[in-house]
Nanobody
């Protein structure tokens, strides 16, 4: 069983940058694909970015998120990070990290991720 805890959310200004963290306990973090999703008020959850276990820990992104997000995993700290650059009010959402036992995945489908954190809320004011 993997327990994920996100942190780093809060109230920020448009144009700011933010780093979210997701710390994992249990399981074998280094063999898992990790993903970030978000759910804006009144909208469905959507995929943001993921990072698997391929060489150099390649990140992959939803097409609409490219250039605005970056993700990095630190297997020594069992932590994955999401960097959000130039925040906009439409980035307001609860951000979730998730883990998939399949370390070779490039899935953007939430159903493939078996473990989820409780989410961290990001509110961007204009």
């Amino acid at each position: 069983q993997v327990h994920l805890v996100e942190s780093g959310g809060g109230l920020v200004q448009a144009g700011d940058s933010l780093r979210l963290s997701c710390a994992a306990a249990g399981g074998t973090f280094s063999t898992m694909t990790l993903g970030w999703f978000r759910q804006a008020p009144g909208k469905e959850r959507e995929f943001v970015a993921g990072v698997n276990t391929w060489h150099r820990r390649s990140a992959y992104f939803a097409d609409s998120m490219r250039g605005h997000f970056a993700t990095f995993r630190d297997d020594d700290k069992n932590t994955v990070y999401l960097y959000i650059d130039s925040l906009k009010p439409e980035d307001t959402a609860v951000y979730y990290c998730a883990a998939d036992d399949n370390g070779n995945s490039q899935s953007q489908y939430g159903g493939d991720f078996g473990y989820w954190g409780q989410g961290t809320r990001v509110t961007v004011s204009s």
